[in-house]
């Protein structure tokens, strides 16, 4: 298997947090499995458990929620990768493989009464 995971919130407070503790658990869990990692070579060195033999770096650094952020994610992920996985729901719209997202959080969707006014739920 060759996945392919954008990992560009590393460093970001609960996102970055879940991509921390899950993905170099994957990693290990599956040795045999290719993991192509998108994101920024710099910040993936220096965080513990990222330096596997099974994992390969590409260099991605679109911000988040950007036009950049979809030709890069779209035009970066290798035409071999089985599965494209986000751990956060911004995905690339023009990308046909498989994919996987991880929503954490439809508490608006869930319970509308708390989310304030029309504005907000829009």
């Known amino acids: 298997m060759n ?3 954008d990992v560009r919130m590393l460093n970001a407070s609960g996102i970055g947090t879940y991509i921390r503790q899950v993905v170099p658990r994957i990693m290990k ?3 045999a499995w ?3 990692l998108l994101g920024d070579p710099k910040a993936l060195s220096q965080t513990q458990g990222f330096n596997l033999p099974n994992a390969s770096i590409i260099e991605c650094k679109a911000p988040i929620y950007s036009l950049m952020e979809q030709t890069q994610l779209a035009s970066r992920i290798p035409k ?3 599965l494209f996985w986000s751990p956060h729901y911004n995905i690339p719209l023009l990308f046909r493989g498989k994919l996987m997202v991880t929503i954490h959080d439809v508490f608006h969707l869930a ?3 708390f989310t ?3 504005h907000k739920r829009l």
């Open 3 to 5: 996945i392919t995971v």
């Open 29 to 31: 869990s599956q040795p």
């Open 34 to 36: 290719r993991f192509l």
């Open 80 to 82: 071999d990768a089985d």
């Open 111 to 113: 319970m509308p009464g």
């Open 116 to 118: 304030g006014g029309i």
